[in-house]
């Protein structure tokens, strides 16, 4: 024995000897922790760097060196961090560990060698490990995965069942569960190549881009508003169905990257290829007041460059954007290097009046939708129509041109007729309110009692001798009235009113009584957006109507011109309706009607035309002019010039919708540095380059943005396909082999499988950077087909699954959840592309205070039930479930959401309109699909369309509970069942379904669409 121990420590410790220090894995950890950031690239203090070998080596001020490889004991740095009295380092916070101070001494023991960051070298393609159990390996990935687990004194967990490995894929490549048939299919066919049939079928499915595109618009901040407190819509939704289209055609990745940066720059580029750029002109704009148009244009530039370098490199480019970063060997003026490429832009604001602004910039028409084609031919017809009623009203307005002519020049030089008002005197009179009225003296009439809701007076009065060419209504006050009146509103204490119609018929003896069209309404006073002419004007609605506040407490009156005027026979009769339509009782008080023999509304000439008429002769531009005034004054042309107005208006409304696209300008911009970011600091100009840590760049790429994107996609970059894999392993596994998939930086967490993400990255660019070949190669490993239940030993050693030693179980994201509900409730709409969609939300969550404030208005027909991808994006109201679920408000590049468990999550799959249709659709589906069943076949229907699988007895035997209780309940309470499903409009069924059965249905579904288990995919 005292041989064996000093043998098995020898061969110990040349073991470790062998491995030695891992610089990137352990010594640089502690260096960016603790030193970087007094001792890098962009601050040194003491003139001591220790981000580069031979700085550190060299030493600073002091002439010692920091790192005197092979001598721990000489070297300041090992001094430093070991000293208790004031030159300790770091001077403040927790110094080192004894740990990492053993790993800092033995990596200078062995020469204090620096390596490259690992991924800054270039991935090269491992050799495949061996592993002991080799038949648990059905591809590559499993053999990395494996070697390691083997290593840990683990293995693979046992496989998933058919049925969850379907559900897992189908959620994995769709975003939607396998339908039941398919379920089916899948669990009869025992052929070998089973799964990799379904994997191919699932590829080849349109729903497959639908459902990737969502992390990719994480990345391109993709919304459908500006962002910032207005926050008004603008189209880019092209882009969106591009990036859709281009994960459905396996796009190569180096292609889909070059057309999304420079798609534009492009030989003979295509329109396909213009839209791909609307990736970088999706940042947020601000054009709230006060901004300053190149401040907005440079902010812009600056999240270009951002979103750029987290979505393709990995990198915390913004931590450059100040001064050199702390951290990762970027220089600030490699930053400002790089903003020059994406620097030759125009404004994206510009002036709306004053001190306000508008969103701006360049923009692509795409071709007429199919759906705007009859909607504008229609309002070109309705153009047409108002065109040809206007031209018939001109002449026949032409044709009493002269008389206007002679009947103005006679009137000329006379002051104009005052109309003569002579006061009607009611004989009958009654209200749809039932109030009483009271005749007084001066032949008013005064209502009493209890002010009707929405009373319509109808009141007769005799007719003058003569002729009748216009009348007037005056509301009167009184003491009886609420503060006097004039009006007798009775909801909140007010005396206004709301009279929503005129009209007068005439009644001549032994006749039906007949309408008499009023013109040229006029009032003495109106409230905004109440005028006079919604007297007359024909419409009942609540504000086409003339009220008073808050001129309140005075009298008013109204008058109207007869469109012709009459000579009543004698003992004629006059019928005034008044229409008082808003409701609360906002009914006229005291009511006097006059009329007159002459026009009420004489509008006096202007000086030029009274001049041209006194002219004895007139030449024919002067006719000209006057048939103009003539016209002009003439209400019926007036009121159809206005609605061809209208209709110009609604036909230029329905243009070709637009998408946001980059361009070049012609002249490029000079790039300089910004002192501490700030554009209003210019220093030093800089040209178009590239990171010096990174590949080197080609001569035959030209120095903007198309070089920059060929730079990007080259095969030598050792970031873009590591950081691309290892995201979409993140998606399917929860975490990437880089946890930190946002950062490959120098303070990235290290991966966990470093041989396996090469191997990955280095497929992916050989098999022709085809994201659907690696898809296809990760669902189809050993890996990631393994159950996902949790042992006490895997959460013991393993409790993140760090080490894949079981499969994935994760909550869905927020697009995934709705998704999922509305396939299984049979709802989904498999319409693609196009402008955005409006599902339910609660109501005034768009509400802000703001300008062009948009509405939303809930879809009513399929768009209420397509998919999440399309669903509104408004930056400052996103929809709420989505937020609920962790959804971004993509303002900026988001590369990896968040998982929270919160009540309302629970809360928004119970109640949320949307998910309350989803139940009762499910319902639906249970009964018209099974219509013979029994309760048990129907149940376990139910289940399988949920969950993929057949339920327990247990689970049966809740469900079972569940159905019983609430259909007993909806029996014995006659009006519920009615009251729920009479809530629920927007999904039919038929007649034929019994009420109580299916609001008892409605309540298993909802309860199944709010399992854990269902909006989880393991």
């Excluded at 062998?18 to 603790?34: C, K, M, Q, T």
């Amino acid at each position: 024995m005292r041989l064996f121990l000093p043998s098995f420590f020898f061969h110990l410790s040349l073991l470790l000897g062998a491995f030695g220090v891992d610089f990137n894995r352990e010594v640089r950890p502690i260096l960016s922790e603790h030193c970087f950031q007094c001792h890098g690239l962009d601050q040194q203090k003491s003139d001591l760097r220790l981000d580069f070998e031979e700085f550190a080596h060299r030493g600073g001020k002091s002439g010692r060196k920091a790192v005197a490889p092979g001598k721990p004991d000489a070297s300041e740095i090992i001094n430093r961090v070991t000293d208790r009295g004031e030159d300790r380092m770091p001077p403040k916070g927790k110094g080192l560990s004894k740990a990492q101070v053993d790993i800092l001494r033995r990596w200078i023991g062995e020469g204090g060698k620096y390596d490259k960051h690992w991924a800054y070298v270039s991935p090269q393609r491992p050799d495949l490990p061996t592993v002991k159990n080799s038949a648990k390996v059905a591809n590559p990935i499993d053999r990395f995965v494996l070697h390691r687990l083997e290593k840990l004194g683990l293995t693979f967990s046992e496989p998933a069942d058919k049925a969850r490995w379907l559900r897992r894929v189908s959620l994995d490549l769709l975003g939607l569960p396998p339908t039941v048939q398919q379920l089916d299919a899948f669990l009869a066919d025992d052929s070998k190549n089973a799964r990799e049939k379904v994997v191919d079928g699932l590829l080849k499915s349109p729903r497959y881009g639908e459902h990737w595109a969502r992390q990719w618009l994480d990345l391109a901040r993709y919304a459908d508003s500006n962002g910032f407190q207005a926050d008004q819509l603008r189209d880019s939704w092209a882009f969106r169905d591009w990036v859709i289209d281009a994960m459905n055609a396996d796009m190569p990745f180096d292609q889909f990257t070059i057309e999304q940066i420079a798609g534009d720059m492009l030989p003979e580029a295509t329109f396909s290829q213009k839209v791909a750029t609307g990736f970088h002109r999706t940042p947020t704009c601000n054009v709230e007041a006060g901004v300053h148009p190149e401040e907005n244009r440079v902010n812009q530039v600056v999240d270009r460059v951002n979103a750029t370098g987290t979505t393709w490199l990995g990198t915390t480019m913004e931590c450059a954007q100040c001064h050199s970063h702390k951290y990762d060997p970027v220089s600030q003026e490699e930053y400002f290097q790089l903003f020059a490429f994406f620097n030759n832009t125009p404004l994206e604001v510009k002036g709306g009046g004053g001190v306000t602004f508008n969103f701006w910039g360049p923009t692509l028409d795409l071709p007429a939708d199919k759906a705007q084609k009859p909607q504008k031919q229609a309002a070109l017809a309705a153009l047409q129509a108002k065109e040809k009623e206007l031209e018939a009203a001109q002449k026949a307005s032409e044709r009493k041109f002269q008389d206007w002519l002679a009947s103005e020049r006679k009137k000329l030089g006379k002051e104009s007729p005052v109309p003569l008002w002579t006061a009607l005197k009611p004989i009958l009179w009654k209200s749809s309110g039932k109030e009483p009225f009271t005749l007084l003296d001066d032949k008013s009439l005064l209502a009493g009692g209890k002010s009707g809701d929405k009373s319509v007076y109808e009141i007769q009065t005799e007719v003058p001798k003569g002729t009748l060419a216009s009348v007037r209504l005056e509301t009167l006050l009184h003491d009886s009235l609420p503060k006097k009146g004039p009006g007798r509103n009775r909801t909140n204490g007010n005396p206004n009113f709301v009279l929503t119609e005129v009209t007068v018929s005439l009644v001549e003896p032994g006749k039906k009584p007949v309408p008499l069209k009023l013109v040229r309404a006029k009032v003495d006073y109106s409230q905004a957006n109440f005028s006079a002419k919604g007297l007359i004007d024909g419409k009942r609605d609540l504000r086409s109507a003339w009220a008073i506040a808050s001129e309140f407490s005075k009298p008013h009156w109204a008058t109207m011109d007869l469109a012709k005027p009459v000579e009543p026979a004698p003992g004629s009769k006059l019928i005034f309706t008044l229409e008082h339509l808003y409701g609360g009782g906002r009914n006229v008080g005291r009511a006097r009607f006059s009329a007159s023999p002459e026009p009420a509304r004489q509008p006096a000439l202007p000086q030029e035309i009274a001049d041209l008429l006194r002219k004895p002769k007139l030449s024919a531009r002067q006719t000209k002019k006057l048939l103009a005034h003539y016209l002009k004054e003439d209400d019926q042309v007036k009121d159809l010039e206005k609605a061809v107005a209208d209709a110009k208006k609604k036909v230029d409304a329905i243009k070709s919708p637009t998408t946001l696209v980059m361009v070049e300008m012609d002249k490029p911009r000079e790039t300089h540095l910004m002192a501490r970011g700030n554009y209003l600091d210019p220093k030093q100009k800089v040209a178009p380059g590239t990171p010096a840590a990174l590949h080197p760049w080609k001569k035959e790429w030209p120095a903007n943005r198309l070089g920059f994107a060929k730079w990007l996609v080259d095969p030598a970059n050792p970031l873009v396909a590591r950081v691309t894999v290892n995201r979409w392993w993140g998606q399917f596994f929860g975490s990437g082999i880089v946890s930190t998939e946002e950062d490959f930086g120098s303070q990235c967490e290290p991966p966990t499988h470093p041989e396996l993400l090469d191997w990955l990255a280095v497929e992916f660019m050989e098999n022709g950077w085809s994201m659907k070949k690696l898809h296809k190669t990760i669902v189809l490993s050993a890996t990631y087909g393994q159950s996902s239940r949790v042992t006490p030993e895997l959460l013991e050693k393993d409790p993140n699954n760090l080490w894949f030693a079981r499969g994935p179980r994760l909550r869905m994201t927020a697009e995934m959840i709705r998704d999922n509900a509305l396939r299984i409730s049979g709802l989904l709409s498999e319409k693609m592309g196009g402008s955005p969609i409006y599902p339910p939300q609660p109501a005034g969550l768009w509400r802000q205070t703001g300008r062009n404030e948009p509405k939303y208005v809930a879809a009513t027909n399929q768009d209420r039930f397509r998919r999440g991808i399309y669903v509104i994006w408004r930056r400052a109201a996103p929809y709420p479930s989505f937020v609920n679920f962790d959804g971004p408000d993509r303002s900026s590049c988001h590369p990896k959401r968040s998982r929270t468990n919160t009540p309302l999550q629970a809360l928004t799959l119970l109640n949320d309109e949307a998910y309350v249709e989803m139940a009762l659709g499910l319902a639906i589906r249970v009964l018209e699909d099974k219509p013979t069943a029994d309760l048990d076949e129907r149940l376990r229907y139910a289940f399988r369309r949920t969950l993929s699988r057949e339920p327990d007895v247990r689970e049966l035997n809740v469900l079972r509970e569940l159905h019983a209780g609430e259909l007993a309940r909806l029996t014995k309470d006659k009006k519920a069942a009615k009251e729920l499903l009479d809530g629920i409009k927007a999904v039919k069924f038929s007649a034929k379904l019994n009420p109580n059965q299916l609001a008892a249905w409605f309540f298993v579904a909802n309860a199944l669409l709010n399992l854990d288990e269902t909006v989880t995919k393991g």
